[in-house]
């Protein structure tokens, strides 16, 4: 088992360090298409919700010439994610702009070249838990030297986050303590459609049909008791 783990893990480190920044270097001799936007799908066959408002967004001006790459990790063969990561790496050496919304290694020994943005839309709000570098080494968490090798967070020009309050724990986690300027408040761009007055009214319209009786109900949220130090014992808040 040792064997074959140290077998896999040369050959990570080759194909990641060794024959992806060679062969972004050679495509990144051709001239960086300005209009050329690439959004990462690490898992899902299909761009998740964090992608998808601004998805729509770009595609709907005719300006851009947008591809998707799903990567599939985890749910295709070895040598299938070497092809697809391989593309990726080949596309992305003359795209503008290139968009991901969770971790990933395809890029950790690249250079990026310049003029070219690693935006990290990151699909989670706020930090409700640990993760990344904050729990490696634990019972819970990868080995932290693996992490590190691999990593590729500090490859990002932008990475947004919900919050100034929050920006310490992506800090933490991805490693990036020296290099919190490219961490921005600006939002997360999985949460944009709730500040869409065409998607709200849609999604009431499809409640109200799919429960048809909820307008009749009267919902309740009992908050827990108050602990020391709070002004107010536990509320009632109620909406018809």
Same mark, same amino acid.
């Given at each position: ?8 893990? +040369?050959?990570?480190? $080759? %194909? ?22 690439? *959004? ?5 066959? =299909?761009?998740?919700?964090?992608? +998808? ?7 709907? #001006?005719?300006? @851009?010439?947008?591809? %998707?790459?799903?990567?599939?990790? $985890? ?5 299938? =994610? ?6 990726? !790496? ?7 702009? !290139? ?9 950790? /020994?690249?250079?990026?070249?310049? $003029? ?11 930090? *409700?838990?640990?993760? &990344? ?16 090798? @691999?990593?590729?967070?500090?490859? @990002?020009?932008?990475? #947004? !986050? ?10 933490? +986690?991805? /490693? ?5 300027? %490219?961490?921005?408040?600006? &939002?997360?761009?999985? #949460? ?22 909820? /307008? ?25």
């Amino acid at each position: 088992m040792e064997i074959k783990r140290t077998v896999w893990r +040369a050959a990570k480190t $080759g %194909i990641l360090k060794i024959i992806f920044p060679a062969v972004y270097k050679i495509e990144a001799l051709k001239p960086i298409k300005k209009n050329k936007l690439i *959004f990462v799908e690490e898992r899902f066959e =299909q761009l998740n919700d964090s992608y +998808a408002l601004l998805y729509e967004r770009l595609e709907r #001006t005719g300006n @851009y010439d947008i591809r %998707i790459h799903y990567l599939r990790n $985890g749910f295709v063969s070895l040598k299938q =994610q070497f092809k697809r990561m391989l593309a990726l !790496v080949k596309d992305s050496a003359t795209a503008r702009c !290139v968009f991901f919304s969770d971790t990933a290694e395809v890029f950790c /020994g690249c250079r990026i070249r310049q $003029g070219c943005d690693i935006v990290q839309l990151w699909h989670a709000c706020g930090a *409700f838990k640990k993760w &990344g570098l904050s729990v490696a080494d634990l019972l819970f968490g990868m080995d932290k030297r693996d992490y590190m090798r @691999y990593s590729m967070h500090d490859r @990002y020009t932008l990475l #947004t !986050v919900s919050s100034p309050e929050v920006i310490w724990a992506y800090a933490e +986690a991805m /490693g990036l303590e020296s290099h919190r300027e %490219i961490i921005k408040p600006l &939002g997360i761009s999985r #949460t944009d459609r709730f500040f869409d007055p065409a998607f709200l009214t849609q999604a009431r319209e499809k409640f109200k049909r799919l429960c048809p009786d909820a /307008g009749k109900k009267q919902s309740s949220c009992m908050l827990p008791p108050s602990g020391a130090g709070l002004p107010k014992p536990a509320q009632v808040m109620r909406w018809i």
